[in-house]
């Protein structure tokens, strides 16, 4: 079975602290995401990857960064924590060239 | 541009029932590919079932079963024997065939109550 875990579930953090969310998957997949989750405007992409080191922006990347040092590994950074970055984070995995993603758990992030 | 459309915000079924939750696309690719996951209160996506744009066939996954209809641009999804556990939040999602076809493309879901 594909697994893919977030580091936290639940996270609290001040306005202009710097906050890392962590993503592991261990089916060897090219391709990982994170997306934010807020009611009623779904799913949005903020950054993917497809390979070590590489990164694109998806469509809502402003305030984030990303970094993947290890093909299981996709850090998002927060670098300074607003209020309106208060959501839900859902990190994914996929083979390169197929498109069924594989989520992890999510993490709540309230940003105080 | 491309689009995924779930009309139902909510959608209520008896246990034991089947229940159909919609989805239409737009797109001018030939060749894509149309998801299904399904969202927990837990949080966690869930993936369902997929279709190709060029299977000949329904896709079907268990109890669950992906009511393709090209022409029209519908790919609804259906759960037959519907159970309290089937309670979630349903995504219909599209990716791509050709060019970028890493990301999707995701509607903005229906939610389900299963009703004992």
């Known amino acids: 079975d594909v697994k893919v875990t977030q580091s936290s579930r639940y996270l609290v953090k001040r306005t202009g602290e710097k906050v890392f969310l962590e993503c592991v998957q261990d089916m060897d997949h090219e391709n990982m995401f994170w997306y934010r989750q807020d009611p009623g405007l779904g799913l949005r992409l903020i950054y993917f990857?497809?390979?070590?080191?590489?990164?694109e922006k998806g469509d809502i990347p402003e305030g984030y960064s990303v970094s993947r040092e290890k093909k299981e590994r996709f850090s998002l950074i927060l670098e300074s924590a607003s209020t309106n970055q208060t959501s839900m984070y859902l990190c994914?995995?996929?083979?390169?060239?197929?498109?069924?993603?594989?989520f992890g758990p999510g993490t709540r992030l309230l940003v105080l | 541009a491309q689009k995924i459309t779930q009309t139902q915000p909510g959608m209520f079924v008896q246990e034991k029932e089947a229940v159909t939750l919609d989805c239409t696309y737009d797109t001018s690719d030939p060749s894509y590919g149309l998801f299904w996951y399904k969202q927990p209160s837990s949080g966690e996506m869930i993936f369902l079932i997929y279709?190709?744009?060029?299977d000949q066939q329904n896709a079907t996954e268990g109890r669950y079963s992906l009511n393709f209809q090209k022409a029209r641009k519908s790919a609804n999804l259906v759960i037959s024997a519907s159970q309290l556990g089937d309670s979630a939040m349903y995504f219909c999602a599209m990716r791509r065939n050709a060019g970028n076809n890493r990301k999707l493309i995701w509607g903005l879901g229906t939610s389900l109550a299963v009703n004992p």
């Open positions: 990857s497809y390979d070590v080191k590489m990164k």
């Open positions: 279709q190709g744009s060029y």
């Open positions: 994914a995995s996929s083979r390169l060239h197929e498109g069924a993603q594989y």
